[in-house]
């Protein structure tokens, strides 16, 4: 890779920029050295400071799900909210989260005029 030591370990699940520059320094490696420029020596000791550190990846992922699952049946608060697909953290929902709650819902407007269905004008044939 051409990134630099610290931002390509920030490409694992559950490394940040703070813990990346830790890991390289408790290595020994210069964080700012390019991966392709790595020791198959530092490389090592890099997996190996991983390891011992703690929880990555599919591991962090698991424990992270276990956590939202238990909340969600000890019907706590926070479970609730993960159930209905809700913001968790107290954010206001009358207006925004739409990420969170997905697209608005489509309103009785017309396509061409833009006008509700009390607006719209149906032609009458008289006989």
């Not at 608005?104 to 396509?111: I, L, T, V």
């Amino acid at each position: 890779m051409n990134k630099r030591l610290w931002v390509g370990l920030t490409a694992i699940y559950g490394i940040g920029q703070v813990r990346a520059k830790k890991l390289a320094e408790k290595v020994g490696v210069d964080f700012t050295k390019k991966i392709r420029d790595l020791t198959e020596d530092e490389v090592n000791k890099l997996r190996q400071a991983i390891e011992q550190e703690g929880r990555v990846e599919g591991d962090l992922r698991k424990e992270i799900q276990m956590n939202i699952r238990r909340l969600i049946e000890i019907q706590a608060y926070r479970g609730v909210r993960h159930r209905r697909n809700l913001p968790v953290r107290g954010q206001r929902t009358h207006t925004n989260a739409r990420t969170r709650k997905g697209p608005a819902p489509r309103s009785g407007r017309c396509q061409e005029t833009g006008q509700g269905q009390e607006g719209l004008v149906l032609p009458i044939e008289f006989s």
